[in-house]
Nanobody, 117 residues
Framework: QVQLVESGGGLVAPGGSLRLSCTGS????????MHWYRQAPGKERELVAS????????KYADSVKGRFTISRENAKNTVYLQMNSLKPEDTAAYFC??????????WGQGTQVTVSS
């Protein structure tokens, strides 16, 4: 049974930091690209960051470049999103996605991040 479980969300003041984690099971984690998406109320889900299966290639949305860092530990089947200098507009539900193409794509249930004073 495939599972992706996110954690680490919460309420943080503007300028603060959070680290999200996403742990996978039921599939060969190290074979999958991993992505973080977010979705704010009333908006479409957007891609925030991506990392290749081996971790040597990363991409970021322009809105988070220089503030967010995606990383992974394949030995722990876990991908991370370190979020620094958080802004109110970063408020959203954050989802991880495992992607090996075709039908081999899995989503987590999401974790809420709220940036507010």
């Amino acid at each position: 049974q495939v599972q992706l479980v996110e954690s680490g969300g919460g309420l943080v003041a503007p300028g603060g930091s959070l680290r999200l984690s996403c742990t996978g099971s039921g599939f060969t984690f190290s074979n999958y690209f991993m992505h973080w998406y977010r979705q704010a109320p009333g908006k479409e889900r957007e891609l925030v960051a991506s990392i290749s299966s081996g971790g040597n290639s990363r991409k970021y949305a322009d809105s988070v470049k220089g503030r967010f860092t995606i990383s992974r530990e394949n030995a722990k089947n876990t991908v991370y999103l370190q979020m620094n200098s958080l802004k109110p507009e970063d408020t959203a539900a954050y989802f991880c996605k495992a992607d090996a193409g075709g039908s081999y794509q899995y989503w987590g249930q999401g974790t809420q991040v709220t940036v507010s004073s």
